[in-house]
């Protein structure tokens, strides 16, 4: 257990559907991030949270939108998705952002399929 | 543009041997270096990370940075089946996440 907690674990959702990915850190940390993972590709960087601001947005389509409401949680909601968003959806945190020393550590991930 | 990069392998050896992971970075600023293990399926975990150039030991595991030549290895001395796995290098440049290769898979055969 990293201290990073993802939920749910698996998810299937229709391209019509609207639900939400939540993640919740237990160390205190400052900076929250997505991250997706497609089969077979590296891991893509979608949003960045330092102390609840948003601070980066990696051209990431509208359709998914990120919520930080506090340091500790984070959402991704998910809305009219296309079948080439199915994926490990990651969650990491790490002490904060723009230190040389501030390793990243994950969640256990959602997979999610779009049908 | 900050780029991390790593042979995807897969990089096989047999069991016990030594396997040696590189990873290469473009970004002369870069300062801290991280490899996590991923196993198939299963979310990046941390197993070692250096900030000096040299050699830095964990156990099975050392790091071995150099700046110079911007290059970060990770040795895996008595290699186990167990050690199967994708390796992913990290590299921190100070002011953003960090920046991760696309991994390389590493296939112990028993």
């Known amino acids: 257990e990293t201290g990073v907690t993802q939920t749910p674990r698996h998810l299937v959702m229709g391209m019509t559907n609207k639900k939400s990915l939540k993640c919740e850190q237990h160390?205190?940390?400052?900076?929250m991030y997505w991250y997706k993972q497609s089969a077979k590709k590296p891991l893509e960087l979608m949003f960045v949270y330092s102390l609840e601001e948003r601070v980066e947005n990696n051209s990431v389509p509208s359709r998914f939108s990120p919520e930080c409401p506090n340091s500790s949680h984070l959402f991704l909601h998910l809305h009219t998705l296309q079948p080439e968003d199915s994926a490990l959806y990651l969650c990491a945190s790490s002490q904060g952002v723009g230190q040389t020393t501030y390793e990243q550590y994950f969640g256990p991930g959602t997979r999610l399929t779009v049908t | 543009q900050k780029e991390v990069e790593q042979n995807s392998g897969p990089l096989s050896v047999p069991e016990g041997a030594i396997a040696s992971l590189n990873c290469t970075y473009s970004?002369?600023?870069?300062?801290?270096f991280f490899w996590y293990r991923q196993y198939s399926g299963k979310s990046p975990e941390l197993i070692m990370f250096i900030y000096s150039n040299g050699d830095k030991e964990d156990g099975r595991f050392t790091a071995q940075l150099n700046k110079a030549s911007q290059y970060v290895s990770l040795l895996i001395r008595d290699s186990q089946p167990s050690d199967s796995a994708t390796y992913l290098c990290a590299v921190n440049a100070g002011n953003t996440p960090l920046v991760f290769g696309k991994g390389t898979r590493l296939s112990v055969i028993a």
């Open positions: 160390l205190g940390h400052n900076a």
């Open positions: 970004d002369r600023g870069s300062q801290s």
